[in-house]
């Protein structure tokens, strides 16, 4: 089944303690991203990776790293995560830059207290 | 800067009942405008995607329109079911950059 999985699916965490959130699609597709979801806001965009090696920032990409140094895995790490990155996190994927079809994960729900 | 609002924020309707939910965005320079669905706990799921070349697009009960010059979107919902509870997200995507959602518009369809 074609999916994009993220892990962990809830976070409690605490200010400064480093985490990283997994995701991982079974498509073979080049495009993956990052966004967050705040009430009122929308989905926003973190960081986006074209390919292998390849990363850029979205609209929000203070507070986050990001690594693709495998085609299918795309973690997004916070070094020292602060009470304002408590937000819903979505990673998603698509063939290629100029395909629409866009593929979601389940959503990471993070608390940083 | 490209900017996405939804009116209503919230909705509720009898089951039966057909619903348009609305998408306003700023600028009309778009490669396309895509309507999905979001259930809690889970991800976003494609519901249509319109072409800046079409007025419309039809899956099932779901029929989206364009209205570029004008800056809209409908989403407009048929005979709605209980099973139509959901955020509904509208996004648009600017020439040269990723898709720019709204804040959505939750649905609830009571029995």
């Known amino acids: 089944e074609a999916q994009v999985t993220q892990n962990p699916r809830y976070l409690i965490t605490v200010t400064g303690k480093k985490l990283t959130v997994t995701c991982s699609q079974n498509?073979?597709?080049?495009?993956m991203s990052w966004y967050r979801q705040d009430p009122g806001l929308g989905l926003r965009q973190i960081y986006y990776?074209?390919?292998?090696?390849?990363?850029d920032k979205g609209d929000v990409p203070e507070g986050y790293k990001v690594s693709r140094k495998e085609k299918r895995n795309f973690p997004l790490i916070l070094e020292s995560p602060s009470p304002n990155q408590t937000s819903l996190y979505f990673c998603?994927?698509?063939?290629?830059?100029?395909?629409?079809?866009?593929?979601f994960g389940p959503g990471t729900r993070l608390t940083v207290t | 800067k490209q900017e996405v609002t939804q009116i209503p924020a919230a909705l509720s309707v009898p089951e039966g009942e057909n619903l348009v939910l609305n998408c306003s965005f700023t600028d009309s320079a778009i490669y396309n405008l895509q309507w999905f669905r979001q259930d809690p706990g889970k991800g976003l799921t494609s519901l249509l995607l319109i072409q800046s070349s079409q007025r419309e697009q039809t899956s099932g009960r779901l029929n989206a329109s364009l209205d570029k010059s004008s800056g809209r979107s409908t989403l407009y919902i048929a005979a709605s079911q209980p099973g139509d509870s959901a955020t509904y997200l509208c996004?648009?995507?600017?020439?040269?950059?990723?898709?720019?959602f709204g804040p959505g518009t939750r649905l609830s369809v009571l029995p």
């Open positions: 498509m073979n597709h080049e495009y």
């Open positions: 996004a648009v995507r600017p020439p040269g950059q990723n898709f720019v």
């Open positions: 990776s074209m390919n292998v090696e390849v990363t």
């Open positions: 998603a994927s698509r063939l290629d830059p100029a395909t629409y079809e866009q593929y």
